[in-house]
């Protein structure tokens, strides 16, 4: 699967923390693991999330495919705490087994067919310990967050030494049933350059991610459909899983 031209390159990737600061689902996800306990997060980007649960004392791997953000990952582990896998939710491989696994950031969209979202979703429950939980999040297609995807509703405006000022937006480009094409605009504004990211991801419905992971093997799914721990309901902007291995 292609990664990406603004999580494989390394000079798009690091942005990519100051546009996305841990914020209400970092929290979310933290609380997830009270104990200490053996976690692996499946598209770990830059490790944020990553280090937290290694800097809380809990053994954890980080799964990430694009290079960029890998090597952001490994360079903010200073102290190297976390196991990092160069690999794809799909073909990683570890002889860890884990008490659970996070694909944090809407990773799961970028899965854009049953076939390939099964195939991680498999190879993920293949690794974890009986009882093990799976966590992760979509954006509920019935929000269609992606309407507002355009340069009036989505421009910032960051500071990043040795980048200056750089203009970020997004552009919604297609819309194909569950698959939505969009376009990540980068204006370095101080060294007069304009760098472009196109991306596809899948907005699968809640009814649609059951049959997923009923398909995978995964029972006792808790849907959640806010940060706090809240119920999903129709109006949710995110559908967010935790679903669970039989013992």
Known sequence: MPVDDAFSRADLARLYDALNPAGADSEFYLRLATQPCSIV?????????TLLY?????DVTGVEPAEGMLA???QNDVTALVHWLAATGADFISDNRFDLAVMTGHVFQVFLNDAATLAVLKNIRSHLKPGGRLAFDSRNPLARAFDGWTAEKTLRHIELGGSGTVCVHHQLLAVDGEQVTFETVFDFIDAGRLETSRSTLRFPSQDTIAALLAQAGFDGIDWIGYWDGSAFAPESREIIVVAHKAR
């Not at 290694?54 to 809990?58: V, Y």
């Open 41 to 49: 997060d499946v598209g770990c980007g830059t490790g944020l999330l």
């Open 54 to 58: 290694a800097q809380g004392g809990h």
């Open 72 to 74: 952001m990952a490994r």
